[in-house]
DNA sequence: CGTCATCCGCTTGTATACTAGTGTCCCGCC
DNA sequence: GGCGGGACACTAGTATACAAGCGGATGACG
């Protein structure tokens, strides 16, 4: 199956088919839902690409209801923009909302890992640590979905040893812009640095001194930022401001 | 016309009109959303109340469709939750759902309110104490919904003021479950306080003590949690957990 | 050749009909 | 009287049809 997808150059929203597949089970919609926040989280559908309700339930064989309930709650979500009457786009990502979300994961997560601090022990290290060697050898193999879940999964682990799930989720949002930042403009360079940087931060929980863990994460979000610095040129009309 | 109220003490699930009434313009959709929003946040219905989509869409002399598309945003905020085939309910109000709402809260304005400190001037100032100013005459008027409303305008003034219309989000999102828990469980007695204790956290600004007023915040947002002490037996029930 | 009006196709929004599943209530049976 | 089964009302999920509005293309007219 062929990963057609929308040209670059033409700002992403030629009419092309996005190659979504219904999965797993549950409601045609939670399908949906599904596939089209993958496909936008994951970049596979650019920022600005068209998203006609018509095409989609076309595509995948459904009416257009279930997909009028998915990209409802995308739109919810705001990674799509829906202007009634002209039509659906993936949300442009504003640089604005990069430094919010920036600034809510940051703030969010170094209180997280302060409270995991608290009740740190050895089963949670060797969760993190686990879920580091899944990036090293996701990069080793290139894969790059395979990396950016397990950056999830390991950032997931301070929440769940805090019992944050709350605060989890309200990072999971924020991410979900960040995400296609990171996927746009990631450097494959800079991730073996992260590999180290997540490293850094184990070991200082792991020795008891969560200040330096705080600060270490801190630091290691705010990273993040001096992507902006080199945006590469041609992908620059991407984003907004 | 008589305010219809499912009755506290049948668990809320009581089939009756919740007196909704749509409003301004905009789509169908946007005002079933509003209203029905207006009215879980503002406990006009109770947690564990039914949402039927054809007694609503009966109710407002509106097909189920935009209803449908309202409910499914709403469920998305975590107010309604959806049971496919038996119904959809008022989300209860979940203790351990408070305590992460709360944390989220604290967390981010804190570091709002630090941020808002840097460039704190007096037309911040100024509209803060018009804010507290509105809430006073709110108390002395017994207008409750107005207290409300103008303490969230308050705490929006720090996030203006620190440029964090993207926090403010986040926090408006968090504190949409908190409203609920404040409608039904506040102490009309500690009203005053949280005025001494707005009046408090802008008085150090203005002095220009950030860390103060981060304290003072902090504190203020956090004696929310005081209330769950003190639950009335009686509406206990109201809550999971 | 330029400009304006009209038409047509596309979009999302809304209304209605149908499907599949669940829980209840009532009636018949034991 | 107690228990079991089936009809029935109700739920949300899905499909389809219609309405309203924007925009570009097209063709006539100046």
Known sequence: MPAIQNDPATGGDAPLDMSLRLERGGTVSDQVYDALRHAIVTVRVLPGASISENRICRSLGVSRTPVRSAIVRLAEDGLIDVYPQKGSFVAPIRLAAIAESRFIRRVLEVAVVRDAGAVWNAT??????????EQARAIAAGESEAFFRADEHFHHIFSL????????????????????????FGNKDRLPVVLQEHTGVIDALDAGEVDRAAHRLEDHIDKVFT??????????RLVEG
Do not use: Y
């Not at 040893?161 to 746009?184: D, K, M, P, T, Y």
């Open 124 to 133: 949670h290290s060797a969760a993190a640590r686990a879920a580091i060697a």
């Open 227 to 236: 992507l902006i610095d080199h945006l590469p040129e041609d992908l620059r």
């Open 161 to 184: 040893a805090a019992g944050h799930e709350g605060a989890w989720a309200a990072i999971v949002q924020a991410n979900s812009r960040l995400g296609r930042f990171h996927r746009l």
